[in-house]
């Protein structure tokens, strides 16, 4: 019988590999994607980017609700706000005061022999929940701009294939 999680055998062997169940698997179309942009200046460096652009996260939406990731200082912060179905999410962050860019859908993961080589931080991160076909960015306001130029030419998928013709 094989072992889910990575548990260790009954009869002592190493652990089998991990797999995904098919619970995990979502169907193409199955979950949208929307950057957030803003944020004010709670570290010193930060006041080097542009003012409204100094912070970016994630919401993603799925058939089950909502989930915002939020990369902050130091630590990712992930939650499932409890909302009622059918909740407007960019809504409410847009009556907040951000800025969101979306709906996505997230591309394949990264697909390659070395790992990238770029610094935590929240462009890293949204990038990441993006999937392969990303546009490169450094700033929150790179990507904005990035991403509402792929919005602009009415391409919504981001995959290496037709992100930017």
Same mark, same amino acid.
């Given at each position: 019988m094989e072992q889910e999680h990575g548990a260790a055998s009954p009869q002592g062997g190493a652990a089998s590999p991990l797999r995904a169940s098919p619970r995990h698997v979502l169907a193409d179309?199955?979950?949208?994607?929307?950057?957030g942009f803003g944020g004010r200046a709670d570290r010193g460096w930060l006041r080097l980017l542009r003012p409204g652009f100094r912070h970016c996260f994630a919401a993603i939406e799925d058939a089950q609700g909502w989930t915002v990731v939020e990369p902050l200082s130091g630590r990712l912060l992930?939650?499932? #706000?409890v909302l009622v179905p059918g909740f407007d999410l960019p809504a409410f962050y847009r009556r907040a005061g951000l800025r969101l860019v979306g709906p996505f859908r997230p591309g394949a993961p990264h697909a390659g022999l070395l790992p990238a080589f770029a610094p935590?931080?929240?462009v890293a991160v949204c990038r990441a929940v993006l999937g392969q @076909?990303? #546009?490169f960015a450094i700033t929150p306001? @790179?990507?904005f701009m990035a991403l509402s130029k792929s919005i602009?030419?009415?391409e919504k998928v981001l995959d290496e294939r037709n992100l930017f013709p």
């Open positions: 179309d199955a979950q949208r994607v929307w950057i992930v939650s499932r #706000p935590y931080s929240c @076909g990303a #546009p306001r @790179g990507l602009a030419t009415k």
